[in-house]
């Protein structure tokens, strides 16, 4: 039977095309449903903690760039969409900002710098 993934939120992503991202989030929604966790801010740390944890094991550490790329894809997407309902408008600055400073101050980052450009539009 086939698995279903989301378009959604799809206009702006780290992957370089549309197949990557989609091959992505089918493995991030599977493990959604093979950890038995819902779509709720717990649900997606549990999906992000356990996704993480595996790249340690494979030998990409939370000092690796991998590792904090997939952290701002999961962990921090996560957060800034609990915090603003949304996730950020230009994912790839976003995950830029955390693997510079980190997942908190890279939520600070893209919001003040979204906010600087609907001050400017």
Not at 34 to 55: I, Q
Request: charged share 20%; with cysteine; glycine share 6%.
């Amino acid at each position: 039977m086939p698995f279903r993934v989301s378009s959604a939120n799809c206009s702006s992503t780290i992957y370089p095309d549309v197949d990557t991202n989609y091959a992505f989030r089918f493995v991030h929604d599977s493990r959604h449903v093979w950890l038995d966790a819902d779509f709720s801010l717990a649900g997606e740390m549990v999906v992000a903690e356990r996704m993480l944890t595996r790249l340690s094991h494979s030998g990409c550490f939370s000092d690796s760039l991998a590792y904090r790329l997939l952290e701002a894809e999961t962990l921090g997407q996560a957060l800034f969409a609990n915090v603003y309902g949304r996730f950020p408008t230009d994912q790839m600055r976003f995950a830029q900002y955390c693997a510079e400073v980190g997942v908190d101050e890279g939520i600070e980052l893209e919001w003040a710098h979204e906010q600087a450009e609907r001050v400017g539009a």
